[in-house]
């Protein structure tokens, strides 16, 4: 038998086995579970090295896997200069000036997300940092992103001076000479957006350590990426350098599914640290925008129904060509009629190709018409949800499309009765990439404003039980990875969160406050708070 490396002893172990749903211990040896029972059965398998944590009662699960985010998006904004908390003038050119120390010249600075309103509403200009910033083109957002500071070598590069005429859509703020101060408003933003260069590879590792660092704060051990082939370069070769402490599963666009096909021909899908196999493409827009399709027209704009960003007979072409490959879909959706359209081309997929284990995603999922939950269930369709944008959208939502319609809007509970296959996720950098957030969330269906104590169309509400279970194993099973990871038993990856209270039996409203104590990956503590 294998040496035990680490036992935990004395916890409250939610374990995602249905054949074991809870238990006190657990023996480690080095990447992989070995045992999980009772606190004196497991004690029993220490040996000489082995190194034991006394959990003291708290409650474990498995890591929480995030099956749709950003990943290096979320990274650059953790890893640029951090201008969100910055309460004065001062404060706001020191943080520039020793970001700028940290980076090569010629390194563009972005990111930001800076607030004119903490020190009084004075808007920044660019003779507050030209001079601690004379070899980097700075260009700074405010946190809403309607705005932006550049310093002069950002406003030389996007060819914006006095003579620069009034942008429409936009405003470029100029001193009384006529002279641009260095802030852009909307459209104004664009000359300097355009000549943003793609950052350099040694500012994308930051951000990728970056990522990993804060996901596993989380209590995250596992991600689903979405975005484009230089992220997996970048992914391959951050794995390469042992950088990772998460686990990344990473989709490209459908358009590049010959690619792809031929990557896992030359490589195979990668392994339980890095692996690709998925496709992302887009059918609709956001709620937000009034550009998710619907099958009747927007409440509020009454002559529209959203749009579709791709024709659904080139999408069918695409899916099928890249189905047969072995290849599996992920599709964005977000209004009823996006949503019906996709499951009628991948049912119909599914006919021309013939059975076998594909496991479609629909991603986001948001507003489903009555009669499609079962056509989820019947085609297997995995429904990729983010349950923190349910109770930020809650605010709002209703006046946009009507009561009707937001009945089956985030409808965790219908699709958990039809045995719909639930993954959670975050959408990071849109919002935060805390699963315990999405749990309260899910279960609570709180409005972040905390105007529905009782919960935004509480009959959506989901168990504690059934949040953790889309996290974990649900998760994992929407990326094949349900018999490596996912649940606690013997043979799996040891990858396992500890928290300070019991989700499942503490009240509701207080899940949000529940922190993350100790994040395990591969047997290795990642996080330690
Ligand atoms: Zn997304």
Redesign the pocket.
Known sequence: MKDTTLIIANANIWTGNPDQPQARAMAIAGDKILAVGSTAEIIKLAGAKTKTIDANGRFIVPGFHDA???FLSGGFNLASVQLRTAESKEEFVRRIAEYTKTIEPGTWITGGDWDHTLWGGELPTKDWIDTVAPDNPVWVNRLDGHMALANSLALAAGGVDASTADIAGGTIVRDTDGNPTGILKDNAMDPVTRVEPEPPDSLKFRALKAAMKYVNRQGVTSIGH?GTWDDLRIFQAGYKQGLFTTRVSANVPLSTWKRLEEKITAEGNGDEWLRWGGLKSFMDGSLGSHTAAFFEPFIDDTNNTGLLVNDPEELYALYQAADAAGLQLAT?AIGDRAISIILDLYSRVADVNGDRDRRFRI?HSQHIHPKDFVRYRDLDVIASMQPYHCIDDGRWAEPYIGYERCKTTYAFRTLAEHGVTMSFGS?WY?APPTPIEGIYAAVTRRTLDDKNPNGWIPEEKLTVNEALRAYTIDAAYATFEENIKGSLEPGKLADFVVIDKDLTTIPPETIRDAEVVMTIVNGKVVFEK
Do not use: I
Request: hydrophobic share 40%; proline share 0%; net charge negative.
């Open positions: 749709h985010l950003h979405m964005h991603e959408d849109v």
